[in-house]
């Protein structure tokens, strides 16, 4: 009996992985590579070349705040160009010059600058590069979880072995990124070519994105979580390193945070369909809450890594949900726009509230009390979306 479900459970991840374009596969494998070793370890890296927390927070913050007003430029760039594809490409371009100008010098301000540049581009490339996938990927046999879960795998191997690779000579992240970011820039030209809608006649008013109340809706919960992420991936490597931490458990642990991804992302698809996005959106948020509430009170490096592994559930739960949404609800010419928005509102909106801010409270009161605010402000905007979708249980059959 065990033999044959083994034989249908191979036969299924074969018809499943078959139909998905390895180029795109792969980029996205490099693509979330790349932010593996760069997101894991920049804090360390300015940590080492003596940067205070507030002075990291304040970096943080300041390359944000360009990051906002760059977010929507390269949504409305993206779906205005003749082909979206094109944005992607200087976007790649640019990260990878970003990357190397780290090693033109370690003054703080200018410092300060390149992580802004880095930021600027880098800040368009996921909602520009998944617009591209879900539009493509309408009609065909594959899907966008599919290919996401190339992400997942390229980070997982990544964020696990480059521990064992920097051996705390964290400056080595540089080159490491860029290599990985000339990879994606020359299979970025592998992509489907996909046409900027709003390069023709038609144009829709971005009032409609704002009348979509279930999307504004869910993008401010989004925010919700987004905060304490934010918190986890600028602050706490810091604090586990404080705690006996070593880069090697660093890797470990955000390789457990990311490899849950993987069946997640590849349920993803049907368990929507089956449950709706409410109720995978309030799980995601439950999960969350209880993750940052473990994280407070843990201290030994073994069980914080295994904590972190309800990373997955929560972090697929609400960006899966939120970029498909947006993919079938909103009009052609807007939907670039409308990715670039959440991952403003989401995630650059997050980091600027939590950059200088968030250093001077981990500072203050320690990264894990932090955590236990972030669980708490979670746990109250999953009640009030719990509450929301209750009372309009059939959100989903009326028109956005």
Known sequence: MKKVIRIKLIAALKKEFTVIPIAIFTLYMFSYGAMAIYSTYLNLYLNGIGFSQPQI????????????????????????????????????????????????????????????????????????????????SEGKAWNYGQIRMGGTIGYCIVVLLIGFVIHEEYARIFFMTAIALLVCFLLSFKLPVVPGHRSGKHKSSFRILLKNRPLMIMIAYNLSFALGMSFFYSFYPIYFSSIGGTSVQIGVMMFFCAVIEIPCLFLANRVVKRFGVERVLIVSG??????????????????????????????????????????????????????????LIGSVFARLIFGYIGGLASEAFGANNILLVACAVLLVSTVLFSTWAYRHKNWRNKEA
């Open 286 to 343: 439950l999960v969350a809450a209880l993750r940052w509430l473990l994280l407070s009170f843990l201290q030994n490096p073994t069980l914080i890594i295994a904590a972190n592994t309800l990373h997955g559930i929560g972090y697929t739960g609400f960006s899966y949900c939120i970029v498909v949404y947006i993919n079938e609800t909103v009009p052609p010419d807007l939907k670039a726009t409308a990715q670039s928005f959440n991952v």
């Open 57 to 136: 927070g304040m970096a943080i913050s300041i390359s944000t705040f360009f990051a906002l007003m760059a977010q929507m430029a390269w949504g409305i760039l993206s779906d205005r160009a003749k082909r979206k594809n094109t944005i992607v490409h200087v976007i790649f371009a640019g990260c990878l010059v970003a990357a190397l100008l780290y090693y033109v010098s370690q003054n703080f301000v200018f410092v300060m600058g390149v992580l802004t540049l880095y930021v600027f581009f880098s800040t368009g490339l996921p909602p520009c590069l998944d617009n591209i996938v879900l539009e493509s």
